[in-house]
């Protein structure tokens, strides 16, 4: 049995689906913040391969959309893993125009059919497909990133003058995962009740506060190793 991770910060931008390896029928990962890095580490005493890519909006990388495609077999286990990005905003036109409608990125009803086409390709294929759900995220320092060079007051005002609004539409699109899991019978493994049960988790993001750093990438990988579905 072979595994399969497609991934990457958007549904919109890019799937990449790379292989990974199973050592001794247990799946044993980290997780690298850097995308372009493909070497080898040790997890509790054994080789393996780092399996998911942050940082993926580049267009560019769709031409790898398919390339790993002719490689799935029956049986094989493809792990579908997407970034926060979606729910994001244009935050210029936001700061710029605070009292207009604002759309996200990608609608949740359009990263909700995304997801369902990609679970019926690797279906077709005789994959099992697995869901992997959504880091939280740090609403203070999310906001600040996002408000670098623009008017935080504007940006504010369109949430209704709470920040916290920016981790509620976060979650919107995780929890559309764990539905779409009990909808089409799809496994879902839960790395958000990681970070909800850690007392402190400014030491386990960037600077972003969407994206986990290094500590926060190994908290999913140990979350993930553990749950048993990747088997």
């Known amino acids: 049995m072979n595994m399969f991770f497609a991934s990457g910060d958007s549904l919109m931008n890019s799937v990449v689906v790379k292989p990974t390896q199973l050592c001794e029928g247990t799946t044993k990962y980290i997780i690298s913040q850097d995308g372009s890095q493909n070497r080898h580490e040790k997890v509790k005493g054994r080789n393996a391969r780092h399996l998911f890519r942050f940082g993926a909006k580049n267009k560019k990388n769709a031409v790898g959309r398919d390339r790993h495609l002719k490689d799935i077999n029956p049986g094989d286990t493809v792990v579908l893993e997407f970034g926060g990005n979606n729910c994001d905003f244009d935050w210029r036109a936001i700061s710029e125009a605070p009292s207009a409608i604002h759309a996200p990125l990608l609608s949740l009803s ?39 060079g623009h008017s935080k007051e504007n940006i504010l005002r369109w949430l209704g003058g709470d920040i916290n609004k920016l981790s509620d539409m976060h979650e919107l699109y995780n929890r559309e995962l764990f539905k779409l899991g009990d909808e089409l019978d799809v496994p879902v493994v839960d790395i958000s009740t990681i970070f909800l049960d850690r007392r402190s988790l400014g030491d386990c993001y960037s600077a972003d506060g969407m994206h ?4 926060g990438h190994a908290m999913i990988a140990e979350a993930v190793m553990s749950s048993g579905l990747l088997v």
């Open 110 to 148: 359009d990263f909700r059919q995304l997801y369902r086409e990609l679970i019926s390709q690797f279906r077709t294929l005789g994959a099992k497909p697995v869901l992997l759900s959504l880091p939280v995220l740090l609403p203070q320092r999310y906001f600040d990133y996002i408000s670098q």
């Open 212 to 215: 986990p750093n290094k500590r």
